[in-house]
């Protein structure tokens, strides 16, 4: 069983950064390929970005990709999401997820454990 939590968010003005982090336990972190989703008041959640085992291989939804960088630190058991160039529309809950197969995967159920989320909330 993989535990996840998510640390970093909170209010920035628009054009700001944030840098959200997830810290694993419970598990072999280098096991599970990572991902980022978001979920904003009234809508879906949707992908963001993933990372593979390693590092190696990184994917990003269309809206984010250019502004937002994920990786991670295997020693540290930890998964990061640097945001820049914030707009209104980044608003949502951000979580972090693990799943357990690696590859280009960005659906919801494809993931195996999920964190409970940490708030970012972009000021126009």
């Known amino acids: 069983q993989v535990q996840l939590v998510e640390s970093g968010g909170g209010l920035v003005q628009a054009g700001g950064s944030l840098r959200l982090s997830c810290a694993a336990s419970?598990?072999?972190?280098?096991?599970?390929?990572m991902g980022w989703f978001r979920q904003a008041p009234g809508k879906e959640r949707e992908f963001v970005a993933r990372?593979?085992?390693?590092?190696?291989?990184?994917l990003y939804s269309d809206s984010v990709k250019g502004t937002f960088i994920i990786s991670r630190d295997n020693a540290k058991n930890t998964v990061y999401l640097q945001m820049n160039s914030l707009k209104p529309e980044d608003t949502a809950v951000y979580y972090c997820?693990?799943?357990?197969?690696?590859?280009?995967?960005?659906?919801?159920?494809?993931?195996?454990?999920w964190g409970q989320g940490t708030q970012v909330t972009v000021a126009s």
């Open positions: 990372i593979s085992r390693g590092g190696g291989g990184t």
């Open positions: 419970g598990g072999t972190f280098k096991n599970y390929a």
């Open positions: 997820a693990a799943d357990r197969n690696d590859g280009l995967r960005r659906r919801v159920r494809e993931y195996d454990y």
